[in-house]
């Protein structure tokens, strides 16, 4: 398809959303530039999984976000007509460990990728990858994008001041700069540290006879989980438009961890019954008795949502947004994906 940019900058590129990016865009015949913390290397992986890591149309660099110095001179550098801002610090458990470290990550980071574009390259369209945890503990369900934002933990505050940036830069000088609110998008490239990834793995090396069981804490949290190429198809599009906004991007389905983990379990023929209440709630595998879930009470956040999920009408509408991946499907290409990677070795 035509686009409106043909150079686009990825910040975050050897993530999950980063790597999917790139290659939807590198096959639609953009170039890419992709950055990637100082301290890490330039490729990883995921670019390694998905054939990126030698195209001839993507070009990795070194970027530290907090500096607005290095910032100006890399937009001067590549000259980007889109920008797509995935980077930062991306675990909420994380955040209440570190909370400046994530406002600093997420927030202020923003803000200088923001203002450099504002400087050096204000015709381009910024694309900011926002959280659903911007809501909090919403009183409505499901979520758009006229919720009340009420973020609660330090995470979601540092992605609330990312996003309320997009509106004050479009309103104060006239910017095209879009705040994507995702809802928990998953996906073979997921991070370990992510619960979902988690389970992913853990249920393949049980089937693999490597683990005996998954340590998981809060099964009840109901979550939107959607298949993570499907909405950086989403933001691929948002950049297209002549003018920023924001977009909610979900499946408009919630899901409990307890679900997640027995779709998982499922898509290697290995049925789970739960038994026990809160912290003594285990996961029985069926056939053979064996308990293959526990709770580990330190895996507790101390602020969790019940219930985060999204209305993404707006996107359907206007970006063409139609997920269709289901929570069985996803959890069947992760266990399927973790199980190569098991079997031969790889990375991941």
């Known amino acids: 398809m035509s686009r409106r940019y043909a150079r686009a900058l990825i910040t975050g590129i050897n993530g999950q959303d980063g ?65 797509f801002h995935l980077a930062g610090q991306s675990r909420v458990a994380d955040s209440f460990r570190d909370p400046l470290g994530s406002v600093q990550a997420n927030g202020i980071a923003t803000l200088n990728l923001l203002e450099a574009m504002r400087r050096q390259t204000p015709d381009a369209h910024f694309v900011l990858a926002a959280s659903a945890e911007i809501f909090g503990s919403p009183e409505v369900a499901p979520q758009d994008e006229g919720t ?23 309103a104060s000088f006239g910017l095209a700069a879009s705040s994507a609110v995702l809802f928990n998008h998953e996906s073979e490239l997921r991070d370990e540290a992510f619960v979902t990834r988690k389970i992913s793995l853990g249920v393949a090396r049980i089937l693999l006879g490597k683990q005996q069981e998954l340590a998981l804490g809060n099964l009840d949290a109901r979550r939107d989980f959607g298949y993570a190429p499907e909405y950086m198809a989403a933001l691929a599009n948002m950049a297209d438009r002549e003018s920023g906004d924001d977009y909610v991007l979900a499946t408009g389905h919630a899901a409990s961890v307890r679900e997640f983990a027995s779709a998982a379990f499922a898509a290697i023929d290995m049925p789970i019954e739960w038994q026990g209440h809160a912290a003594a709630e285990i996961g029985r595998e ?63």
């Open 19 to 83: 790597a999917w990016l790139a290659a939807r865009l590198l096959g639609e015949g953009i170039e890419v530039f992709g950055t990637h913390r100082p301290t890490s290397p330039a490729g990883n992986w995921r670019l390694q999984e998905l054939g990126l890591a030698n195209h001839a149309n993507l070009h990795l660099h070194a970027l530290d976000a907090g500096n607005i110095g290095a910032c100006r001179d890399l937009l001067a550098d590549v000259e980007p007509q889109a920008i």
């Open 286 to 348: 069926v056939k053979s008795g064996e308990v293959r879930v526990r709770i580990d009470t330190r895996l507790l956040r101390p602020v969790d949502a019940p219930l985060l999920v999204g209305n993404a009408g707006k996107a359907r509408k206007q970006l063409g947004f139609d997920p269709q991946i289901d929570l069985h499907e996803l959890t069947r290409r992760m266990v399927e994906a973790d199980l190569q990677r098991e079997r031969n070795g790889r990375p991941g």
């Open 148 to 170: 009340p934002l009420r973020a609660a933990s330090p995470y979601g505050l540092s992605k609330l001041l990312a996003h309320a940036a997009m509106g004050s830069w479009r």
